[in-house]
């Protein structure tokens, strides 16, 4: 289990521009989860059924990203349920398969949220928590490696500090502070992973990428990681259930 090395990607809002993820994907023997909701965000356009259908059958993962894509804390019990549930019964009624991951919108959830997300018969649930590359994570708070955004490096640093991640912060503060771009970061950790074993999971959003005009970025980032010896590639669930948690 410590020699594990595995690389996940998710990819969060059901975007139709998703679609351009999955072919950078494919072309490269990458695998992903693709996190939908009902409603987009920002009332965006989400992925169609047959784009949903087409995605599960070539092995991709479809996971839940509520009804609505409101965060669920501040939300009544009511509200919760449904955004959490009904979230799961159309994407399941929709693909005629069973959706297993669950990914919290805009990262935000407490323990009430991941009581509703267990109760309503998720396997697990990503998080935003970054820079983990561990092999050791609770089922329902699966945290990232990368994500692909230029994050100032502020950022990183709260981020760490919040999820109280002292492992991360120690290997940001020592290793990694001094890569400038999210690609040369994510480079450095998937190294990381490559020579101590571990999980390389890079997160991100088509449309902001898209608006944001980073898709060569991205294309260089996924290049690096694809086809290596000893590497295995696999969706979020599949991830779950290799790894020790
Ligand atoms: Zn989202």
Not at 15 to 40: K, N, S
Not at 87 to 116: A, H, P, W
Request: hydrophobic share 35%; net charge positive; aromatic share 10%.
């Amino acid at each position: 289990m410590q020699h594990l090395k595995v690389v996940t990607t998710s990819w969060d809002d059901g975007d139709p521009r998703d679609l351009r993820i999955a072919e950078l994907l494919r072309h490269r023997g990458l695998m992903g989860t693709f996190y939908v909701p009902i409603t987009g965000y920002l009332g965006g356009k989400t992925l169609a059924t047959a784009d949903l259908r087409s995605l599960t059958f070539e092995g991709f993962e479809i996971g839940a990203h509520t009804v609505s894509h409101r965060s669920l804390p501040a939300l009544s019990l009511k509200e919760q349920v449904h955004e959490v549930r009904a979230c799961k019964q159309m994407l399941e009624q929709r693909l005629g398969s069973k959706v297993r991951m669950f990914c919290y919108t805009n990262g935000c959830y407490d323990g009430r949220v991941i009581r509703e997300v267990k109760k309503a018969g998720y396997e697990g649930a990503r998080t935003v928590r970054m820079l983990s590359v561990k092999t050791r994570f609770a089922a329902y708070e699966m945290p990232v490696t990368v994500q692909a955004y230029p994050h100032d490096k502020s950022r990183y640093r709260r981020n760490l500090g919040r999820a109280r991640n002292i492992s991360g912060l120690v290997n940001y503060l020592t290793e990694l502070r001094r890569f400038d771009s999210w690609v040369e970061l994510g480079k450095r950790l998937f190294n990381q992973v490559l020579e101590h074993g571990g999980i390389w999971h890079l997160y991100g959003h088509s449309w902001e990428i898209d608006q944001l005009g980073i898709w060569p970025d991205l294309t260089e980032m996924l290049d690096y990681v694809s086809r290596r010896d000893g590497v295995t590639y696999v969706t979020n669930a599949r991830l779950l259930s290799m790894a020790s948690v």
